[in-house]
Structure formats: structure tokens, C-alpha cells
């Protein structure tokens, strides 16, 4: 009997040992209390501690990672839930519970019964000794264009497959032990040549180093004709670090550009994100910073003294759509002297009459259009066929999921970072509540 027992241990002791590692790799815990999600961070990835921003994410979808199917597309309507910390420490947990504000469900307990792939992520804030006195914890952007969910040094767990049901106090324990990689800029080539510096204006302003950029887009035979100076067209847009017009080798736009008959010029995109957002409206703002000027007095002239510009008025053209409509018309309307014109395609708003469908100094409310007993919701985005994908409401509600203090890295924080005036605790003051 003895020997059998033995043998019997020999033969169990595996699977026994399995079991309990497969019980602590397992993200799903029994609670006595609620149901809530703990969130921490290895120190193998980031030894020292944390003040950022903490974020849960819940998908039906396991075909991609539950935050790559977030990010800006608020239109996903994958549910997101985000909370604040505070040097928090390597292995220390941050509890993502019932009270906690997310979108578009506001609470997890809102979560239906059912089976979810859950990811844990921390966005990393910067600390950032301004010189107008205040100081600022918020993202700094990593050549990335301030989008949380890819920047790099940023933290994220392994994907967990659970059943969620919020009424059995179940707790999920999500480890964030994956960092992302840094950005990979593409090589220069014959045609497009990318440029990066620290701009000490800006860094003066912020206290931290921030740096200018640009793509520039070089005309057919510039190589071949050293003493010919060409015109140029500042293309202005989101951050991107992708060629000027979508020129890419072999595709239309660039059998066109290189085409015989094609008019000659340089083509030029800029990157400047800021701590609001991927790029900063090219305004000097109290929150912002001096953007005008450091672009106007650094980048500018660093592009025309290392290519062969005409540095003319009559010979510098302004384009753009959407934000770089607005920051096109922006810049011609600032410097008339110094662009020959602008074209400015579907620009943001222009008008707080009309910021969105919002007339700021009558509308009583920003999110509802209120006539008499009627009280609807004003759109935001549409289909081409008038179906309303979101509302104002929605847009800002995950904003202020994403980061409260206008630190979203989204369209309403830089919106109201370049508008308004500083607030007492240094952030943008909110035009609404």
C-alpha cells in the first residue's frame, strides 16, 4: 500500500503542479467584494513608478488586440474605462471598479454577462515644468502623434479570454508586461527626405525637450539641376511622417509628380505634435505654448536654408484639409506677408457660432439642441446618407475617458487648449462642463 501510495504522488504530483500554475496565470480571482479589474505593471518593463493613466479595454472581437480597436475610432464603441495614478509603484495594483467613468458603458457593472477578451494598458505622463510656473503631468508624445495606444514605452498586457458577469464579484487581475517598441522611421529616399530637431523655443515653454519635424517632398530632376530654386507648398495635416500627397513609389500620385509636363515644386509636411495632441493648431496659445512662433522662426527657415526654396511670398502656398484646413487659413491669415495664399479644404470650425453645431454664446446647453419641450442630441459625425454615427455628448464623454484635464491627446483637448485660457491648476479651462 505504501509503495501504490507513493507511485500515486509520482504520478499526480504533475498534474497537481500544473493546476496551481494554471490558477495563478489565471487573470480571473475570486472576490468578496465587487466586481473590478486590478491593474498593474512589471518591473521588468518599467522598474520605477508610474503617474499616468491606467486604462481597461473590453472586446467581443479577439480578431485584434481589444487597444488597437480603440484609440481615436471612437466609432468602434469598444468599451474603455480609464482612472489616474499616482507614483504607482511596480507589482502595486490600480482598481478599475464600478465608480469608475468609461464609454460608451459609464460603469463595468453595465458590462453584459458573456464572454470578453480584456486587455490592461498605462499611458505614461511626462512631467512638465512649464514657464509661465505651472507644472503638468500629461503624455509626451513619442514621435507617434499622441495616440496612447501605440506610443512607444507605453504598457500593455497579454490579452485574457473571460466570462464577465459583473453580478459575481469576480475580480480580473490584468499584468501590463509589454512595452512598446519605438517608432521606426522610414529611410530617406532620392524624393522624400525627413528632417527632426529640438526646437528651443518650445522646450523653453515646456520644460521638457519638444521637437519640430518635417517631410519634404522633392520635385523630378532636383538632383540633376543644383542652381534651380523651386517653389513649395506647405501641406499641413494630422501627424503623419508618410510622404507629402500620398506620394508612395509606383502609385499614381507618383507617376504624376514625376511625369514630364508636371509643374516643378517642393511639397512639405510638418510635424509638431504637442502634449494636447499630434499636432498644435500652429497658434501661440497660453496652454500650448508658442507654436506660431517656433514653426514661423525655427522650422521654416530651417526647411527653406536646407533645400533650394524660392523665399518669396508670391512662392509659398498653404494647403490642407479638415484640422490642416483650419491650420492653412490660420497661417495665411497670421503671416499675409509672408504666403502667397492658401487653399483651405473642409477646415474645423472657424466660427464659435458654429463650434461643430454649437453657437457658444447662445446655446444654453452644448449637448442638446433644446427647442421648447424638445431636447435633442446634437451629431457629430454622419454617413453619407445622414445616419448619425455619434453625438457631441459621446465625443467628449470619451474624451474625458481617455484622460480628464483636456489630457485625451484628442480633438476637444487641443480644441480647448488653443482657445481658451488657463486654468488654476494650470490646465486648459473648460469651456462647458
Known sequence: MKLRKRLLLVVLAPVFMASVVFCYDSPVQENPGPFQFEISFSPVVHPDPITGRV?????????????????????TGIPIWGKNVQELKPGETAVIDEDVFGFPLESIKEIPAGEYHVQGFVNIYTEF????GHTLWMHNDQ????????????????????????????MIRLVCDKVIPPVEVLPDTAYVKRIKFKSEILTKFWGQPIYLGATVLLPEGYDNHPDVCYPVCYDQGHFSL????????????????????????????????????????????????????????ELIPYVEEHFRI?????????????????????????????????????PDPVDFRYYELVNIYQDENAYYRIHNQIQTERPEARDPDGQVWHTIRDSYYYEWTLG????????????????????EDGYPKPLWD
Open 55 to 75: 486604462y481597461v479595454i473590453v472586446s467581443k472581437d479577439g480578431g485584434r488586440e481589444p487597444r488597437l480597436q480603440t484609440g481615436f475610432d471612437i466609432a
Open 129 to 132: 515644468k512649464r514657464s509661465d
Open 143 to 170: 514621435w507617434e502623434g499622441q495616440r496612447w495606444n501605440i506610443s512607444p514605452g507605453n504598457l500593455y498586457s497579454t490579452v485574457s479570454k473571460v466570462f464577465i458577469d459583473p453580478g459575481d464579484g469576480t
Open 242 to 297: 508618410r510622404a507629402p500627397h500620398g506620394f508612395s513609389e509606383g502609385n499614381p500620385f507618383y507617376k504624376l509628380w514625376t511625369s514630364e509636363n508636371f509643374p516643378r515644386m517642393i511639397a512639405v509636411t510638418f510635424q509638431h505634435p504637442c502634449p494636447y495632441y499630434d499636432d498644435s493648431y500652429v497658434v501661440n496659445s497660453p496652454n500650448v505654448g508658442p507654436y506660431d512662433d517656433a514653426i514661423m522662426q
Open 310 to 346: 524660392i523665399r518669396k511670398p508670391y512662392a509659398r502656398v498653404l494647403t490642407g484639409g479638415s484640422t490642416g484646413g483650419w491650420i492653412c487659413l490660420a497661417m495665411q491669415v497670421f503671416h499675409p506677408d509672408f504666403f502667397g495664399g492658401t487653399w483651405s479644404l473642409c
Open 404 to 423: 480628464d484635464r483636456h489630457r485625451s491627446g484628442g480633438q476637444w483637448a487641443i480644441w480647448e487648449a488653443a482657445y481658451t485660457p488657463v486654468g
